[in-house]
């Protein structure tokens, strides 16, 4: 599966932004989806998560309330609205898709495939 990311922007803290990633080449309706992101200088981290089979969700602690994430299998589309924005959350972000959510699904390796990722940067 082939995945793309876009939405990302500059924004103030307090704004909201919703990312997408658009999925081609496999059955999207059978891939779990995911969101990570990296900081500069920093390692890539766990967003959030959506199951395939019954569209579960879950969510890093930094996130959880802020963000959200959600899928249309219709459309091959995985989103992420992100709202109340802090400086913190600026990162380059990347959709990921696996077969099925692993129990480590807050772990980028075990991911077999990748977006190129959209720049988020939030401003104080």
């Known amino acids: 599966v082939q995945l793309q990311a876009s939405g990302g922007g500059l924004v103030q803290a307090g704004a909201s932004l919703r990312l997408s990633c658009a999925a081609s080449g496999s059955t999207f309706s059978r891939y779990a989806m995911s969101w990570f992101r990296q900081a500069p200088g920093k390692e890539r981290e766990f967003v959030a998560a959506i199951n395939w089979s019954d569209s579960i969700t879950y969510y890093a602690d930094s996130v959880k309330g802020r963000f959200t994430i959600s899928r249309d299998n219709a459309k091959s589309a995985v989103y992420l609205q992100m709202n109340s924005l802090k400086p913190e959350d600026t990162a380059v972000y990347y959709c990921?898709?696996?077969?099925?959510?692993?129990?480590?699904?807050?772990?980028?390796?075990?991911?077999?495939?990748w977006g190129q990722g959209t720049l988020v940067t939030v401003s104080s």
């Open positions: 990921a898709a696996d077969h099925s959510i692993s129990r480590y699904y807050t772990e980028s390796r075990v991911y077999a495939y």
